[in-house]
């Protein structure tokens, strides 16, 4: 059996985790309930591009490794990323698998690493 959240409630976990810290956390796509993919743009502030988070694939664990939050492990897939490189990424995503959501955490002085975990 998997400890595994869906997708809506993981995005809602964080979401709510990332405003009542202080924090601003929006859903820009909503995907899949159930099983949707979830990307993660984290804005580096003004200029400095955005990093890009995406779930990891199963194979980089295992059932015997530690319990991730939610049951999911991301990796960081971009870094510095303009808005345009953003909705080129979503746009290709969007014609393999559209189910997917997309999440923008304003974590102001937080580490992404506080509200979910990154490979």
Not at 75 to 82: D, I, N, Q
Request: with cysteine.
């Amino acid at each position: 059996m998997s400890n595994r959240l869906t997708s809506a409630i993981f995005v809602a976990a964080v979401i709510r985790s990332v405003n009542s810290a202080g924090g601003f956390a929006t859903v820009l796509r909503h995907g899949s309930d159930e099983a949707g993919a979830i990307f993660i743009c984290v804005p580096a502030g003004p200029g400095a591009g955005t990093t890009l988070y995406a779930q990891a694939p199963q194979s980089m664990f295992t059932d015997n490794d530690r319990p991730f939050v939610g049951g999911r492990l991301f990796e960081r897939v971009g870094e510095g990323l303009a808005d345009d490189e953003l909705a080129e990424k979503f746009a290709r995503e969007a014609r393999m698998d559209p189910d997917f959501w997309v999440v923008e955490l304003d974590l102001f002085g937080k580490q992404a690493s506080d509200y979910f975990d990154i490979a």
